[in-house]
């Protein structure tokens, strides 16, 4: 079973950047998909990036389409999100993810803690 471990938020001005860190333990990270969701106060969760096993694929939310990038290392058992551009709507705990076979869904199998964004204007 996977571990995960998120790490890089913080308080930023709208319209600048963070790159959020997540880095795995405990199992064959290429067996992974991984992804990015968030969850804002008094909101649901919802999907924000998804990278396939070897990083050939990505995908994103429509609200972060241009702005979010999501990267792997598989040498590092690393998932990265530089994120630009940021807005005020950005805040809300972001959380790393990982599942063996979805990759675009609301829901994955492994779960990090979170790690708090808040963009202020």
């Known amino acids: 079973q996977v571990q995960l471990v998120e790490s890089g938020g913080g308080l930023v001005q709208a319209g600048g950047s963070l790159r959020l ?7 064959t ?32 939310a429509d609200s972060v389409k241009g702005r979010f990038a999501i990267a792997r290392n598989n040498d590092q058992n690393m998932v990265y999100l530089q994120m630009n551009s940021l807005k ?28 708090q964004v808040t963009v202020h204007s």
């Open 21 to 27: 860190s997540c880095v795995a333990s405990g199992g």
């Open 88 to 115: 005020p709507e950005d805040t809300a705990v972001y959380y790393c993810a990982a599942d063996e076979t979805r990759l675009v869904a609301s829901t994955y199998d492994y779960w990090g803690q979170g790690t």
């Open 29 to 60: 990270f290429t067996h992974y998909a991984m992804g990015w969701f968030r969850q804002a106060p008094g909101k649901e969760r919802e999907f924000v990036a998804a990278t396939s096993w070897n990083g050939g694929s990505a995908y994103y």
